[in-house]
Structure formats: C-alpha cells, structure tokens
C-alpha cells in the first residue's frame, strides 16, 4: 500500500463487506480516502458505477513497527 509507505507490516487491520456481485470481465475501479491512520475504501465496478465492496484499514504508525 502506497498509504503505509509500501510498508506492508504497517497494515494493523482491514475489513471489507461485499456488498453486490461482480460479473467476469467486469472492470473494478478502487476509490480510497486516508484520515490519518484510518483509510477508507470502496471498490466499484466502472461499467455500472455501482460499488461492490466497502472497507476500512487502520494503519500502524513506524515507531509501532
């Protein structure tokens, strides 16, 4: 994750709730907004703007590391 400084061990917790059915060959597009240590997500499929899966992650600072 380019939040965490690509830092993968940062990642504290994620969760995600699907929420609708994706079709094959569907494109997902992923929108993310960062507060701090918390990031929010939502993953939505582009030809139906319609949003499949939503989520969050709690981001570790470096000292915690």
Do not use: C
Request: aromatic content about 10%; proline content about 3%.
């Amino acid at each position: 994750w380019a939040l965490a400084d690509y830092h993968g061990d940062r990642m504290h917790h994620l969760s995600a709730r699907f929420i609708k059915v994706v079709y094959p060959g569907e494109t997902l597009v992923t929108d993310i907004w960062s507060d701090g240590p918390m990031v929010l997500y939502q993953v939505r499929v582009k030809e139906r703007n319609t949003v499949v899966v939503v989520g969050t992650a709690q981001l570790a600072s470096m000292e915690q590391v």
